[in-house]
């Protein structure tokens, strides 16, 4: 609720404060641009948010390396940033991208690849897309 | 990448296997199932996750409340479940919804209510659609 000036600050004022959690980072979705399907649901730090906002491209703070990344560095697959918007208490962040190629390390276009379906024993997967787009061996390596 | 049989099971296989993180939680992107508007960045447990699959409606655990709570219990503004999808690592789930009125607890549409804007100093905000669907003191109180 909007019931300190410090909320309603961050939820109706046109400052840019991004609140970072414990590990100083935002949670951010990337849709593609044109079909607005979620590509991809990533972190950035404060250096990662300025990056992307200064350069026009995704750049990421990956939890399992510790390490910022620019998003296509390794495979090419860069996403080119059209629009990005904060939620009301700043604390994710939505880009609509220009998606080079897939943004899935698996080689598919979108990490959600996979849809839940009720089964008799509370739910199971199944592929909605399975197509890779490119070889993660190839480009990764083993 | 998939270089480990349990990681292969995770990224390829059927089973639904959320990798919860240290709190207990995973990520949930809700986007407006016919527009594809990304309405909301929010968190689910388990019990939140099982409650979802199995009636249909979105349920959540709020991380401030630290409390399970089914989306639209105290506004009216629910959100029936068109599709769930995983993603790859099945940390993060992308929910498609058919959302009743307004899914931001500020009475907009979208919590994703401002973009951010190149500016002198870094970057600042600006409203893309500020318009309130319900007034939050007349449905939270104050």
Known sequence: MSNSPEIHDIEEGL???PKFDASGLV???ATDAVTGEVLMVAHMNDEALRRT???GQAWYFSRSRQALWRKGESSGNIQRVVEMRLDC????????????????????RSCFYRAVAPAE???????VDAERLFDPKAVYGE
């Open 89 to 108: 208490d700043q604390d994710a962040i939505w880009i609509r991208v220009e998606q080079t190629g897939a943004a899935c390390h698996t080689g598919r």
């Open 53 to 55: 906002i200064s350069s």
């Open 15 to 17: 400052a840019l404060r």
């Open 121 to 127: 024993d509370g739910a199971q997967l199944r592929f």
């Open 27 to 29: 949670t951010c979705v």
